[in-house]
């Protein structure tokens, strides 16, 4: 199991550009979670996805951003009209179905997307 | 609001020496606790949670509900320990298990 991908790794757009992060989750996993990393700060929660569904994302800025997580293919995070406070690293983490589960909250996190805005 | 607050940026030590990771937390409900680890250059992965009672490492947690904290604890440093250290909340509902961090402490063990 290579582990939940996440790409691309790095990911340079002009102020106004739309950025499009891809996640692929674990073989077997149906819950996608996006987190944003700010300079000097914690990961923070933006959005809970299962397939084909969102779940909560209390996490979301209400403008320019969205998630989607298909019925095939990766969960997507969508910047559109970046600015610069969008420049952060981006965390895609999965975790099984419920039922699968070792304990209630386990999330497996990929190697994250560094966003640079210019 | 629920917070998780890790007082210490940084966290030097020599191996061999105790260390302690501070970690408290603001909750009014029954929350699962967590510390994730993520070494240099590598993914975030989680290290323990409180619900398993676990020692991963030589590490321990144990969470102390009056003082609302979850220190992360180790008698005996290693070079190897060197890391990025995250603690972590969930709310532990069944509609959303997103996770709350603190912002860190980066843990320096010198030979």
């Known amino acids: 199991n290579a582990g939940v991908m996440q790409n691309p790794r790095h990911l340079v757009r002009r102020r106004g550009q739309e950025a499009r992060l891809r996640c692929s989750p674990m073989k077997g996993h149906s819950h996608v979670y996006w987190y944003r990393q700010l300079p000097e700060e914690g990961l923070k929660f933006m959005v809970y996805l299962q397939k084909e569904n969102i779940i909560d994302e209390s996490g979301m800025p209400k403008e320019r951003f969205s998630a989607e997580f298909p019925k095939e293919g990766p969960s997507i995070l969508r910047i559109q009209q970046v600015v610069r406070g969008d420049s952060a690293a981006y965390f895609c983490a999965s975790s099984p179905p419920i039922l699968d589960r070792v304990s209630r909250n386990e999330q497996y996190f990929g190697p994250g997307t560094r966003l640079t805005v210019t | 609001a629920q917070r998780v607050t890790q007082p210490e940026k940084l966290l030097s030590v020599f191996k061999g020496a105790p260390v302690e990771l501070k970690c408290n937390y603001s909750?009014?409900?029954?929350?699962?606790l967590f510390w994730y680890v993520q070494y240099s250059r590598q993914r975030l992965q989680l290290l323990l949670r409180h619900i398993s009672r676990e020692s991963i490492k030589g590490f321990t947690a144990d969470l102390n509900k009056g003082e609302t904290s979850f220190h992360l604890k180790k008698p005996f440093a290693q070079e190897e320990d060197s890391a990025m250290y995250y603690c972590a909340l969930s709310e532990g509902a069944y509609n959303t298990d997103k996770l709350i961090f603190g912002t860190g402490t980066r843990l320096q063990v010198f030979p």
């Open positions: 909750y009014s409900g029954s929350p699962e």
